[in-house]
């Protein structure tokens, strides 16, 4: 890796080193220093923060894109996080860390399943500038142009302002190209309603598809649901430190007799 005055920039995902999405970040990340690849051999969706523990990892670099330092990885996108900073930059970290670009929304409570976004809370756990972005588009033909303009403006306010201690940003993109521009937003109060699909099996054993609604509780202009509703792209500050600090008073309140 040869910074020569360009920043180094590691890119991870969730859906696969060879998924349309992080091709899509690739080119972007190219125009704003040198690029480093570490992603999963196949689609991790939905592992959240898993690490592999108690299985090897196999970490194999490959040939995919002209000019790009890229390896596949056996393990989940934390792991990829993880093997880059102590194999690929040996310490000396990467000056920004992205994550990307899912098929899919992860607004809301998405963000605690996310594979992309935990790469990317990886990232901030190791004092890296991190931003996970998604699209709200499952298909493997998401057209992801029009978003490449603000991926690369938000990732330029990063690496020129750096992020809060401990913050990284979850980024999401409205489908289409009648973008509106960009909301700083919080968390909508939001979940799934989930709903497991029995079927059965040739030898009539039960099997499941996990499906399920997802419900906004949250009527605010200020959330990330309502930028996406509205065609803007959403921009969170999360942290992970998961400390209910509001409930700290409360709990000092009790009563712990042993």
Request: overall charge negative; charged content about 25%.
């Amino acid at each position: 890796m040869k910074k020569q005055g360009k920043p180094n920039i590691l890119v991870v995902n969730d859906d696969g080193i060879t998924a349309p999405g992080i091709k899509a970040l690739i080119e972007v990340m190219q125009e704003l220093g040198n690029v480093v690849v570490v992603a999963p051999d196949g689609p991790q969706s939905g592992m959240g923060h898993a690490i592999t523990i108690g299985k090897p990892l196999r970490f194999d670099k490959v040939d995919l894109y002209p000019g790009v330092e890229m390896y596949k990885c056996s393990g989940t996108p934390v792991d990829c996080v993880k093997l880059a900073v102590n194999k690929i930059f040996k310490g000396k970290k990467p000056d920004l860390c992205v994550s990307g670009i899912n098929h899919g929304l992860n607004n809301s409570i998405n963000v605690i399943y996310s594979g992309t976004m935990s790469a990317a809370v990886e990232g901030a756990i190791e004092s890296i500038p991190s931003i996970g972005f998604s699209l709200d588009d499952f298909s493997q033909e998401a057209d992801f142009e029009p978003g490449k303009k603000y991926i690369k403006v938000i990732a330029e306010e990063v690496l020129k302002h750096g992020l809060p201690q401990a913050t990284l940003l979850n980024v999401n993109f409205p489908k289409g190209d009648d973008i509106k521009g960009i909301k700083i937003c919080r968390q909508a109060n939001a979940k799934w309603a989930e709903e497991f699909d029995e079927r059965k099996d040739p030898y009539e054993r039960p099997y499941y598809w996990l499906t399920g609604v997802f419900q906004n509780f949250d009527k605010g202009e200020d959330t990330d649901v309502w930028a996406l509703e509205h065609h803007f792209v959403s921009v969170v500050p999360v942290q992970f430190d998961l400390t209910a600090h509001h409930a700290i008073p409360v709990l000092n309140t009790w009563t712990f007799d042993v």
